[in-house]
């Protein structure tokens, strides 16, 4: 539930963003002069920290599905049980801090007005590059974990299913969880596809490529960011409070 309210924070703050900047409804002066702190929000922010925060989301719930399904009586799962929410708050914000923070010592980030009179956000294509290189990685790295975890769960619910086993506590609920937690990773590998696109256009120094394929960058965060509420409305108040 914490992770959905950063992330629905951070779609609406994208919004705005988007149209503070290129609807220009406060003007170009106010967009000209926003000063350091609101451009590295607008561009770190909106677009790499919540997508670190989405995607260690997802390799999380991965492994809680993996844990939980396949072994319910390990140490790993005696230790999700007794972690305590504000120590996952605590987790959830401060790790994918951690893993972009090198992003924001890479140099200036600004809007200015370019030689066609356009206010545009000045980042340059080699702090492109190396984000969009991160960015790529990241999201294939936890689209591989995610793989392999819902290989794993669907194999031994498939196994439970068919040989009726008791120490599978709740397999229709583990289905359900695993259906929603299998659809994170599917939009996961859209998010994915987003970045590997973006890597490319900026390893050939193609700005208009880059600035074409953002324009669909919210899609792929809505995609993230709305199968967490389908999951809460989908399972019961037990469910839920797991």
Excluded at 10 to 34: N, P, R, S, W
Excluded at 190 to 217: E, K
Aim: proline share 3%; hydrophobic share 50%; with cysteine.
């Amino acid at each position: 539930l914490f992770q959905s309210v950063i992330e629905i924070f951070f779609i609406y703050a994208y919004a705005a963003c988007q149209m503070i900047y290129k609807d220009l409804i406060f003007g170009e002066e106010f967009v000209l002069h926003t000063g350091y702190v609101y451009p590295k929000f607008a561009y770190y922010g909106t677009y790499y920290y919540i997508l670190h925060v989405q995607i260690w989301g997802v390799v999380m719930l991965s492994v809680n599905r993996y844990v939980t399904v396949c072994q319910p009586f390990s140490k790993l799962a005696k230790l999700y049980e007794r972690v305590g929410t504000p120590v996952l708050w605590a987790v959830n914000v401060s790790v994918p801090l951690l893993l972009m923070i090198r992003m924001l010592f890479q140099g200036d980030v600004y809007y200015y007005r370019s030689s066609e009179g356009v206010v545009t956000i000045y980042t340059p294509m080699e702090i492109v590059k190396t984000n969009a290189l991160q960015g790529m990685i990241a999201t294939l790295l936890g689209s591989f974990v995610c793989a392999v975890c819902y290989f794993l769960v669907i194999r031994r619910l498939a196994e439970s299913h068919k040989f009726h086993d008791s120490n599978l506590r709740d397999y229709r609920r583990e289905k359900m969880l695993t259906v929603v937690g299998f659809a994170l990773f599917l939009a996961l590998c859209v998010s994915t596809l987003f970045y590997v696109l973006i890597g490319v256009n900026a390893a050939n120094d193609n700005d208009p490529g880059v600035q074409a394929i953002r324009v669909y960058y919210i899609y792929a965060l809505m995609a993230l960011t709305f199968v967490n509420p389908w999951m809460l409305m989908l399972t019961n108040q037990n469910t839920r409070r797991r």
